[in-house]
Every structure is written in structure tokens, then in C-alpha cells.
């Protein structure tokens, strides 16, 4: 099924040949690669790039893209049961998504929807380790706020139960002097920490210092505060219980193929997330939705 594109959407060819849609009008530019359908840029207007995406990412089947908003499902880092990963965060982002809507708004934002179900997967290799049948359903808005809604709905006759995040790395102009403000008082759990896996408690705004891998017990909206560009970017949410702080921190970095080794200071994931104990369960015909909005504040 082709689907007819406003004027301010154009299909090409991305990096790696992959499709890709490329987002442009009066309020914004974006892209999204049907390919894991990651979204790989936000600007808006007017402003520097909001998305980071990494010089050694690689675009290909089979890989994930470092950088954007890789969507983590049905499990995320190497899931709550033995035999899902490798790869880690599931294989949404390394399915074929299909576009199966696109719309420009009166407002003159822009609308791509994208889909994933079980047939998509059938030839993911990843996907075999989580043999259930689902509709997912990305719907991506670009304008002056980027807005990323994911519905799951459980489509078969029995329960299912998945861990899903929006994996969203953040350009910032030095992550040393950067905080994120709206954690404060929310347990979390520290892999990054040595010490084993009890809940700690966030005391004042997140700072950087060393690597950070923090899972938050937090449905609540959290601000980047990126005091070298001198800009904020909010992140408000529904349907989600985590959020997610990650920077890989020197060593990490070097140990990424992916990743260049001094680009860590550059960019800060905060993703949306359910993961662990927040994890979804869904009865036959139930949907679920996590629906994540960032903003662009001085
Ligand atoms: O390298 P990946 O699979 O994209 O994961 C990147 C990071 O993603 C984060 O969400 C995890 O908490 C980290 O543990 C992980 O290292």
C-alpha cells in the first residue's frame, strides 16, 4: 500500500540506502527511518538540533542506529528472562516498519504512523525469542514539540507481557554541565553501580560525573538543563513508570564500535520507559500507550 505524502514529507534514501521520510515545514524538520522506525532528527525551528546522533552509528539491516529515539521492545537491556538477548532492548529497532499514515495538521505540524506486528517480524531473527502476536503503533509528530506515541496491542488469545522504552539520546552542549531536573526523591536503580541492585534515592537534580545508567521510578515530567547552550528540553509523559538516564562516561564510550570515543560529552539519553517490575501485561484485545513530549525552552 503506498501512502500519499503531504508536501511537507519526502521519501528518500537514508544512510545505508535505507527508506527514510524526511519531515519539513514552517515549524520544524525532522527525518525517521522506517527501519527500526527511529527517528534520527528533530529541529525546530529556530533552534540547534535537539536529536543526537552518533559519527560511527551504522545504518543497516541488522544493526541498531546509535543515537535518535531507538525504541526498546518487547524487552529492554537484556530483559527480565534468560534467552532474550543478545540483542539487547528487544528487536523493534531492528524490524521493518511500515509508514501506514502521514498527515499535516492545520497547525503545520506533521503526523507519521508508523506500524510493527508479528508477520513484520518474521524474518528478525531477534524475534523469535518472543513469539506473540502484536500490533505496535508509532505515531510521530513533528512541529514545535516532538511527540512519540507507541501503542502495543495484544492481538492473539493470550496474555502478553513486554518491557518497551523510548531510548531518546539528547544533544547537549557539554553533559558536565548539564543536569536534569525533576527526579529529585525518586528511587532508582543504579547499573552502573558495583554495589548490587538496591534502590537508591535521587537527592537534588541529576549531575554527571562518571557513568550513569539509572532506572527511576518516575512517570513525571524531567528537564535537561543544558546550561553551556543555555537552552532547556522538557520531557513530559503518560503511560510510563520509568525514566531512564544513561551516559556511557569514557570507558564505555571506547568500548562502543558504534560509538566515537570522545563524543560522550556531546549528547545524555532520557527515555521513557516501562521496564523491570513496570513491565505491560496485556489481555487478549487490551492496548497500551506511552506517550512522550520534548520541548525546546530557553
Ligand atoms: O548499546 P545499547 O544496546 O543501545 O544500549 C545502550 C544503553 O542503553 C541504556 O538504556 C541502558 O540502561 C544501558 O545499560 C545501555 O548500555
Given at each position: 500500500?503506498?501512502i500519499a505524502?503531504?508536501d511537507?514529507?519526502?521519501a528518500?534514501?537514508?544512510?545505508g540506502?535505507?527508506?527514510?521520510?524526511?519531515?519539513?515545514?514552517?515549524?520544524?524538520?525532522g527525518?525517521?527511518?522506517?527501519?527500526?522506525?527511529?527517528?534520527?532528527a528533530?529541529?525546530?525551528a529556530?533552534a540547534?538540533p535537539?536529536?543526537?546522533?552518533?559519527?560511527s552509528a551504522?545504518?543497516?539491516?541488522?544493526?541498531?542506529?546509535?543515537?535518535?529515539?531507538p525504541?526498546?521492545f518487547?524487552w529492554f537491556g537484556?530483559?527480565?528472562?534468560p534467552?532474550l538477548?543478545?540483542?539487547?532492548?528487544?528487536?523493534?529497532?531492528?524490524?521493518?516498519w511500515?509508514?501506514?499514515?502521514a498527515e499535516?495538521?492545520?497547525?503545520g505540524?506533521?503526523?507519521?504512523t508508523l506500524?510493527?506486528?508479528?508477520a513484520?517480524?518474521?524474518?528478525v531473527?531477534?524475534?523469535?525469542?518472543?513469539?506473540h502476536?502484536?500490533?505496535?503503533?508509532y505515531?510521530?509528530?513533528?512541529?514545535?514539540?516532538l511527540t512519540l506515541?507507541?501503542t502495543?496491542e495484544?492481538?492473539?488469545?493470550?496474555?502478553?507481557?513486554?518491557?518497551?522504552?523510548?531510548?531518546?539520546?539528547l544533544a547537549?552542549?557539554?553533559?558536565?554541565?548539564t543536569?536534569v531536573?525533576?527526579?529529585d526523591g525518586?528511587?532508582?536503580?543504579?547499573?552502573?553501580?558495583d554495589?548490587?541492585?538496591?534502590?537508591?534515592t535521587q537527592?537534588?537534580?541529576v549531575t554527571f560525573?562518571?557513568?550513569t545508567d539509572r532506572?527511576?521510578?518516575?512517570?513525571g515530567t524531567?528537564?535537561?538543563?543544558?546550561?553551556?547552550?543555555?537552552?532547556?528540553i522538557?520531557?513530559?509523559k503518560d503511560?510510563?513508570?520509568?525514566t531512564v538516564?544513561?551516559n556511557p562516561?569514557t570507558?564505555?564510550?571506547?568500548?562502543m564500535?558504534d560509538?566515537g570515543?570522545?563524543e560522550?560529552?556531546?549528547?545524555?539519553?532520557v527515555e521513557?520507559?516501562n521496564?523491570?517490575d513496570?513491565?505491560?501485561?496485556?489481555?487478549?484485545g487490551?492496548?497500551?500507550?506511552?506517550?512522550?513530549?520534548?520541548a525546546?525552552?530557553?
Amino acid at each position: 500500500m503506498s501512502i500519499a505524502l503531504p508536501d511537507s514529507v519526502i521519501a528518500a534514501e537514508g544512510e545505508g540506502d535505507l527508506p527514510v521520510l524526511r519531515v519539513a515545514t514552517a515549524l520544524a524538520t525532522g527525518e525517521v527511518y522506517l527501519h527500526g522506525a527511529h527517528v534520527t532528527a528533530w529541529t525546530p525551528a529556530g533552534a540547534d538540533p535537539v536529536l543526537w546522533v552518533s559519527g560511527s552509528a551504522r545504518f543497516g539491516p541488522g544493526e541498531a542506529i546509535r543515537g535518535g529515539v531507538p525504541i526498546c521492545f518487547p524487552w529492554f537491556g537484556t530483559g527480565r528472562e534468560p534467552g532474550l538477548a543478545p540483542p539487547a532492548h528487544g528487536f523493534a529497532r531492528l524490524a521493518p516498519w511500515r509508514l501506514v499514515a502521514a498527515e499535516e495538521h492545520d497547525d503545520g505540524a506533521v503526523t507519521l504512523t508508523l506500524e510493527l506486528t508479528a508477520a513484520d517480524v518474521a524474518d528478525v531473527p531477534a524475534a523469535a525469542a518472543w513469539p506473540h502476536p502484536f500490533t505496535a503503533t508509532y505515531a510521530v509528530t513533528f512541529g514545535r514539540e516532538l511527540t512519540l506515541a507507541l501503542t502495543v496491542e495484544n492481538t492473539g488469545e493470550g496474555e502478553i507481557s513486554y518491557e518497551e522504552a523510548l531510548h531518546t539520546y539528547l544533544a547537549v552542549a557539554d553533559v558536565r554541565t548539564t543536569t536534569v531536573q525533576g527526579l529529585d526523591g525518586a528511587t532508582y536503580l543504579d547499573k552502573a553501580a558495583d554495589g548490587g541492585p538496591e534502590p537508591e534515592t535521587q537527592r537534588g537534580d541529576v549531575t554527571f560525573t562518571a557513568e550513569t545508567d539509572r532506572v527511576y521510578d518516575s512517570a513525571g515530567t524531567a528537564v535537561v538543563v543544558d546550561e553551556s547552550a543555555g537552552r532547556r528540553i522538557g520531557i513530559d509523559k503518560d503511560g510510563s513508570a520509568h525514566t531512564v538516564v544513561w551516559n556511557p562516561w569514557t570507558d564505555k564510550a571506547a568500548s562502543m564500535p558504534d560509538y566515537g570515543d570522545d563524543e560522550w560529552p556531546t549528547m545524555v539519553c532520557v527515555e521513557t520507559a516501562n521496564a523491570l517490575d513496570a513491565a505491560i501485561t496485556l489481555a487478549p484485545g487490551e492496548r497500551h500507550t506511552m506517550t512522550a513530549r520534548y520541548a525546546v525552552t530557553r
